[in-house]
């Protein structure tokens, strides 16, 4: 099956995407690239362009529903990574046809075949 998330993106423009600070100091391992972040509060940071509306992060190019691609996706922080577009057992994602609702995408189809399991995701979304 495809991945839907390759011409999607509408996660990284609807949430927003925070995550506790370490993430994005290179100094503790933080591979989030700090640039791309703000503050959010004592203990958490998020990434530029998710904190107001019209939510879109920063990293992502290409336009929604159309190409799109995570211009860290190595580097990405952990909610990004933790985002699927079906549950483990074929389920679409709540979280993920919602976002896509928001931008007039159709909901995804539970799939049939077997899931890539987590991590595998070019575009997850975060909190
Ligand atoms: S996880 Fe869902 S909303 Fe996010 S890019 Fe993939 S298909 Fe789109
Ligand atoms: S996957 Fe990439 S583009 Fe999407 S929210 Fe995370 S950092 Fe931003």
Redesign the pocket.
Known sequence: MDNPCLRCGAC?AHYR?SFYWTEADPFLGGSVPPELTVPLNHTRAA?RGTLHTPVR?V??DGEVGGTVS?T??PH??SP?RELEPWEEDGRPNERCNRARAAHGLPPLDPRTDKPLGPGHTP????A
Do not use: G, N
Request: overall charge positive; charged content about 5%; hydrophobic content about 45%.
């Open positions: 990284c995407v990434m992060c990293a992502l995570c860290i996706y990405r922080s990004c575009l997850p979304l975060s």
